[in-house]
């Protein structure tokens, strides 16, 4: 369960893309979820981004009586590179929806192709600066025995961050460089602004918009971890949720035939998290997992 | 300046406003403490930490924005300004960038030109366009000094990390190193003034850079701009630039080329010294601090400060000249400083004498504060006493020549003007009837004078005044004997 940006406090929260980032809830039920984000929804004065914008009681409103509920369905985004049995598993999931007395509505969300470039150059662009501070000044590891300045910070962050997190702090320098910064940042910021405007208008028509939580069954244990690229793009449905800063939820939809598990996302518009609780629940009451999923390590 | 040359200069000043606290967390701003005792997790940029905008940085930023004829943006964004270096813990500075704070201003104020002494000729006004005025966090401090084995390490102290900044920038418009002297010295005054800083280039708590180029006269273009840093006075600002443009002159002069660049002031050397060049400047890679929401002040705000404020100098001097008929160089003096200004209203009124308690207070008073290093705050004479001083001269109770004794005692010891001239036993004798006595005494001690005088020789006339005031022991008020002791010799 993804709340709404401002929604739970940052603070004490190691920061990655500050304007993403956003504390969210792991569970193992929809009302697990539900408890734990009344717990720690609400105003904090420690985190400037925090709305103060009333916390109701979620669990209370696990009521299993969705009738009338409009769900919207993006089909423009269930082409290419969706997993045929991540689709099926969906598709399912909708016609159950269906049968709970959900309404299904098409949505169209005309912006959300470019989700994952603007995501990857705004979350890198803030991850450059929030990862600065590690730099073996005030603490966390400094590199041995450095001669002046500049190579004690080289050493110590050649040395401290991973090959993913060198390749992320690089994209975002890049993107923030004079000459660069009108090409990549503050464009991206534009086509930000297009995405949040794209779902503000869809949830005119609809309460919930229903899509993949990712476009193929989870990763074996290990898999993709040296092709960034495929890793990024298993993003394309969740990112859009943090672009825009409204509140997600996934919950399982079934298995693959390898056993893993494939996940269903509801997005909604903003401080709605009362109503994609109650819609996720009423799908989790209705088709509980009846099987676990495999634990598979890559070859 | 030689012929032909003509000089460009643009000022860029960071002022500390006045917080109790840090801009961005509630860490004391206080100076002088153990190194790094003024911390906390915000301010040492900790993981996971979050800057929460301290709103009464806002209101003096807002003070400093109004006192230096700024307009105040009604949104305001902050940015990152992203740099490394030890002093800044989370990497990068929050700063402001193309929304700042306050833009646009126009300020008038007066400069002069100076003789080879550097003393002021000739006053004329200047206007100034001041480009900006954001707010800002100032960074911790390096040091290289005075701990065990600075050969091999340096240290870092943050507790001034979080201090917050003005940072005022002006268009390129001084053209002699004295309009850039009188500038920086206008901006102090106006921040001390209002509150909104101490402004104290030798405590650091005012830092100046200037942006100097030179060109041939009727010359369009700007020349290559050179930035100098490590001005740590006004003085130091305005040899500074001299030194500047006669190097840039002179190289130019002599066929060579200027690189756009960073110079440090060395004052002990007089000169300035390359500390980068342009190829190294910086890349900040500013975008805007997404863990702060813009900032919003609305006009009810921006009136509350106004109102808040006190009369600017400007004002204050023009008033005083037209409501208490002051001169040009009175009211600049005694609105020299808010404290001084407001002394000065106060004893005016307790005089009910304007000019006179002017005269008092600068001429005499402000000698002895100037001696003693106080400010007019701290005057141990209140300006009431000083008032009640004055209204004993006017009423003829004492003399002026007197009134200077008691207005030293009465610095000295903190007594009041009665008290003093109680104690001492100077107040005048002013009634006729004392006086008529003693001058019957003394008429009849000296028949043969009197004689004489009523004969023609008025000359006399000063001897009786001297035997009055000597029979009085100089308490009788000269005026009164010279009226009783005419009508009597007359009679
Ligand atoms: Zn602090």
Request: proline fraction near 5%.
């Amino acid at each position: 369960m993804k709340p709404t940006y401002g929604r739970v406090s940052r603070y004490g929260l190691v920061a990655f893309g500050s304007s993403l980032d956003q504390v969210s809830v792991f569970g193992l039920t929809v009302k697990d979820a539900a408890l734990v984000l009344g717990a720690i929804a609400g105003r904090d004065p420690h985190d400037a981004t925090t709305a103060d914008v009333p916390v109701p009681d979620y669990a209370a409103e696990l009521n299993g009586d969705i009738r009338g509920a409009r769900i919207g369905v993006p089909r423009a985004l269930f082409g290419e590179g969706l997993d045929a049995e991540v689709r099926a598993g969906v598709e399912a999931a909708i016609e159950a929806y269906r049968e709970l007395g959900a309404e299904i509505v098409d949505v169209e969300l005309p912006h959300a192709k470019y989700c994952i470039a603007v995501y990857y150059i705004i979350a890198t662009a803030e991850a450059s600066s929030n990862l600065a501070r590690y730099d073996g000044v005030r603490y966390g590891h400094r590199a041995e025995e450095s001669d002046e300045l500049r190579q004690m910070y080289r050493r110590t962050r050649d040395e401290g961050f991973g090959t993913e997190v060198k390749r992320r702090i690089m994209l975002g320098t890049y993107v923030l460089s004079s000459g660069y910064y009108d090409a990549y940042y503050l464009k991206a910021q534009k086509v930000r602004t297009l995405i949040k405007q794209d779902f503000l208008s869809a949830f005119e028509r609809c309460d919930a918009i229903l899509t993949p939580t990712t476009p193929t069954p989870a990763f074996m244990l290990g898999e993709k971890t040296d092709d960034p690229l495929a890793m990024y793009l298993n993003d394309i449905y969740t990112c859009t949720a943090n672009l825009a800063g409204i509140p997600g939820i996934s919950v399982p939809c079934g298995l693959s035939s390898d056993g893993l598990p494939i996940g269903l996302q509801l997005v909604g518009a903003h401080w709605s998290e009362a109503t994609i609780l109650r819609l996720a629940h009423a799908y989790e009451q209705a088709h509980p997992l009846t099987a676990r999923p495999r634990i598979v390590a890559a070859a | 300046m030689k012929d032909g040359w003509e000089v460009v200069i643009g000022l860029e000043i960071h002022a500390q406003l006045s917080t109790e606290t840090k801009i961005f967390c509630g860490c004391s701003t206080h100076v002088g403490d153990e190194p790094n005792a003024n911390t906390c997790p915000v301010c040492l940029g900790l993981p996971g930490a979050l800057p929460v905008l301290n709103r009464r940085a806002v209101e003096l930023g807002a003070r400093a924005a109004l006192s230096l004829g700024l307009r105040i943006n009604e949104t305001s964004i902050f940015s990152r300004k992203n740099y490394f270096y030890p002093d800044l813990p989370k990497g990068y500075q929050i700063s402001q960038y193309d929304r700042p704070f306050s833009e646009r201003g126009v300020l008038e104020i007066m400069t002069a030109t100076r003789d080879e002494g550097g003393h002021a000729r000739e006053w004329r006004p200047l206007t100034v366009r001041v480009t900006r005025l954001h707010l800002e966090e100032d960074a911790g401090k390096n040091v290289h000094e005075g701990l065990p084995e600075t050969e091999r390490y340096s240290y870092v102290d943050l507790n001034r990390a979080g201090t917050p900044l003005a940072e005022i920038v002006t268009e390129p418009d001084f053209r002699t190193s004295w309009e850039a002297y009188d500038y920086v010295n206008h901006v102090r005054k106006a921040l001390q003034w209002v509150g909104a800083s101490d402004a104290d280039m030798e405590k650091g708590n005012l830092r100046c850079e200037a942006n100097v180029s030179v060109r041939r006269v009727g010359d369009e273009r700007f020349g290559t701009k050179v930035e100098l840093k490590n001005l740590n006075s006004v003085r130091f600002m305005q040899r500074a630039i001299e030194f500047e443009i006669e190097r840039q002159v002179n190289t130019l002069e002599a066929g060579g080329r200027l690189t756009q660049e960073t110079r440090l002031w060395d004052d002990r050397a007089g000169e300035t010294r390359v500390m980068r060049s342009k190829e190294e400047a910086h890349d900040y890679r500013y975008f805007p601090e997404p863990d702060l929401p813009p900032l919003t002040v609305s006009a009810e705000f921006i009136e509350g400060v106004r109102r808040s404020m006190p009369e600017l100098p400007d004002a204050r001097h023009r008033r005083f000249m037209e409501e208490y008929g002051l001169t040009f160089e009175d009211a600049s003096t005694l609105t020299r400083e808010l404290t001084l200004a407001d002394f000065y209203e106060r004893a005016a009124k307790a005089a009910a004498n304007p000019r006179g308690a002017a005269n008092w207070l600068k001429g005499e008073l402000l000698r002895e504060l100037d001696a003693a290093g106080v400010g007019a705050d701290a005057s141990p004479v209140s300006p009431e006493e000083l008032g009640a001083l004055v209204r004993a001269i006017d009423g003829g109770k004492i003399s002026g020549k007197q009134g200077k004794e008691v207005l030293v005692e009465m610095f000295s010891t903190g007594k009041g003007a009665a008290d003093v001239i109680e104690e001492r036993g100077l107040a005048q004798v002013s009634d006729a009837g004392e006086i008529e006595r003693i001058i019957g005494d003394v008429l009849a001690a000296n028949q043969q004078q009197v004689e004489h005088y009523r004969a023609g020789k008025e000359g006399l006339f000063g001897f009786f005044v001297g035997q009055v005031m000597k029979a009085s022991k100089g308490k009788a008020n000269p005026k009164v004997v010279n009226e009783l002791l005419k009508a009597k010799l007359s009679e």
